[in-house]
């Protein structure tokens, strides 16, 4: 008889405390664009909890607080 194991991982952010079963990433790919004349950009955001080592970081949370940054500048620069 043979008896199989099934091992399900749960990850949770610590940032806003969402639980999910799809592994954490450190980077956000958000843009990526291939010209046909060989022309490649990628717009990629490292991110880190600064006081946290090994912290889990969904990609909700990464985006939120982008927007936030992304609002901070454009009122800075008079948007």
Same mark, same amino acid.
């Given at each position: *008889?043979?008896? $199989? +194991? $099934? +091992?399900?991982?749960?990850?949770?952010? %610590? *940032?806003?405390?969402?639980?999910?079963?799809?592994?954490?990433?450190?980077?956000?790919?958000?843009? $990526?664009?291939?010209?046909?004349?060989?022309?490649?950009? %990628?717009?990629?955001?490292?991110?880190?909890? !600064?006081?946290?080592?090994?912290?889990?970081?969904?990609?909700?949370?990464?985006?939120?607080?982008?927007?936030?940054?992304?609002?901070?500048? !454009?009122?800075?620069?008079?948007?």
């Amino acid at each position: *008889m043979v008896i $199989h +194991t $099934h +091992t399900e991982y749960t990850y949770q952010c %610590d *940032m806003c405390q969402k639980k999910s079963n799809k592994a954490p990433s450190d980077i956000l790919n958000i843009f $990526h664009f291939q010209h046909p004349d060989s022309i490649k950009l %990628d717009l990629k955001i490292n991110f880190s909890y !600064e006081w946290v080592t090994n912290a889990i970081i969904c990609d909700d949370c990464v985006i939120k607080y982008l927007k936030k940054f992304i609002e901070k500048q !454009e009122l800075e620069n008079g948007k």
